[in-house]
């Protein structure tokens, strides 16, 4: 007997699964590859749909296999029956699954005598090299993105001081109001933009903070946004920190050494190079600058994340590129986006993403990186 | 020792989870009930915004109970190690978990001596009975639809007919149209709606086709929109079917008879009824009117799927109301939608979201059903 790769998951919510599928599916499917091939057993709705999109080797029908289990005396055969099946017609009973593969199944397959192990992320460490197809994806999630970031700056540009408030268009300019204008503007080019963040002034210095209410002249407001499209499933994750106004010369101080911490990754980043010293290396670019990474009344201040991660189906995915490194190889996409925090003063993070090559890297993002909007 | 439940998800995509915490979380969370009382065991960085927004009597912080493994000799706990410890400080050993528990974490519990068992859906049977508080968010998402269909509904009374074509501001207007102008709205106002249907003449003969591409005069076109809020996570199911231009005679016998199966429906739902027995009665209604549900060349044809479902959290949750069934009860919220699919003729679906009451129901749409649109 032999092994075999098992997934139960929508890929809709299982990245793992559209990656090897390019199938679409809302609702909990079963991927199976065994003896060097794969397939999708699904039910009959979906069967026409699945031969014409999904990028597996065969289509297993879910009803037929059901049909055999009853001819052979079984009243009503469950889905781990039928998979059961599929599996010893394929001469595996070793089977590798996702660390968060369903309990029900895994008990009622291992009921059945199937031996059954997770194995953890990255579940396909080859997702990492993205191939052409992938790169131009991510390039349209990007590109959206970038012109999202261009519709919000209009605003901003739109935008009027009056003392300390900020006025657009005949009413006060919140982070709420920005998100709408960022995501409305994404979801009309079939991308969803979750959970962006638009940080004015403290609010700014927690990176975890998605930002909320009025904002205001002369402070620093991060803008982290990273959509996913809709269509392909591919992100793209980029970050541009604005002041309305006039910036104090600390933040500019700030901005000017986050952006320098940029330039440093992008001279570092190369296959071969282990992610983590690209990381080391940002984190000296910054302190040479003078900023320190500390403690200060309890909460940290400077550069306390990562430099990156990668990026593809999901938005945070290997290499990681921080405490915790992989060696870059070509082809891998990650993000540059170191920040500085300080309380009191503001923050800045620029994040770009970039494609690993054999001498370097080539950045995917070209949109500007001015700090001021006046 | 006593018996404990335990959920391991991010309650973005695990109603459950957020049904029991009202706690918006995008990656998975620990949720425990033991003792009577339910806890969050929380990171840094979400305990702040846990004690401020979860709905569970105790919220715990993880780094504390890690803070206490390691002083007791262990030298890097895992999760699983802490929730064990929680687990065990509350007495509990028996733990039921959701079907969709992460196998990991099953595993590495029961290594510990954990004994886990999963329960199948309803895991929390009273999630079918909704507060005035979850009636208040689905009329929300409810008036939120209609206005969305009323959009759509302008777009086709602006549609000019050009022989077998609908143009519509320049352009053909098309299923992909129809969908954006539905889904746009409902972004715009925080609601997320997938795989809305449109359904054009044969399209529509297939209730799982999501349709697409050119729109045409005089058939129907059966649009089926199910958002979901972004604040509240919960959402509204409608269906109506519309014809631009003139509906055939058949057409208009099928919509009649989809009316008065409806009206059928509302009259039989109430609490202390078998829901299967109000799928008989529409069942019965429909032939009546004449239309048989058989299968004509290897496709089914009449009405050949439930009568409804509950909602909630779920588009698709407890109970059901079609060949399963459950014991209706005051305070449900179900969906009703017979429906007639005639390839070569047309379909006809429209869907209400209705409460049980004691003697009856009370419907929460008030949006038209008129067929056809000059």
Known sequence: MADAVLIYAA??????????????????????????????????????????????????????????????????????????????????????VPASFPL?????????????????????????????????????????????????HKAFVETEIRGNELWYQGSPLTAERVKRIIDGYLYENDLLATHTIVAGGEQGTDPHCRGFGPLHPNETIVIDVFPKSLK???????????????????????DAAVKAACET???????????????????????????????????????????????????HESPPMGKRGALLKEGMVVTVEPGLYYPGVGAVRIEDDVVVTKDGCVNLCSYHKNLEIP
Chains 1, 2 share one sequence.
Do not use: C
């Open 11 to 96: 890929s809709s919510h299982d990245s793992n699964l559209l990656y090897k599928t390019r199938f679409q599916a809302g609702d909990p499917i079963v991927y199976i590859e065994a003896g060097g091939k794969n397939l999708l057993v699904l039910n009959d709705l979906e069967l026409g749909r699945g031969k014409a999109e999904a990028r597996v080797d065969e289509i297993v029908s879910m009803s037929a296999v059901e049909k055999e289990l009853k001819d052979a005396g079984q009243a009503k055969p469950t889905l781990a029956d039928i998979v059961a099946r599929v599996l010893e017609l394929r001469g595996a009973d070793r089977v590798t």
């Open 104 to 152: 029900e199944m895994a008990d009622m397959l291992r009921g059945k005598g199937v031996s059954l192990t997770y194995r953890r992320e990255p579940f396909y460490p080859e997702r990492t090299v993205k191939t052409e197809e992938e790169l131009k994806h991510i390039r349209e999630a990007v590109k959206f993105t970038e012109e999202a970031y261009a519709r919000a």
């Open 232 to 254: 392909t499933g591919y992100v793209a994750d980029m970050t541009r920190t604005w002041v309305k106004g006039k910036a104090t010369a600390e933040a500019k101080r700030i």
């Open 265 to 315: 990754a992008f001279r570092t980043i190369r296959a071969g190079v282990e992610s983590t010293d690209v990381h080391k290396a940002v984190q000296k670019t910054l302190e040479d600058a003078g900023f320190k990474t500390e403690t200060r009344d309890g909460k940290p201040v400077g550069f306390f994340h990562g430099t990156g991660h990668g990026i593809g189906l999901d938005v």
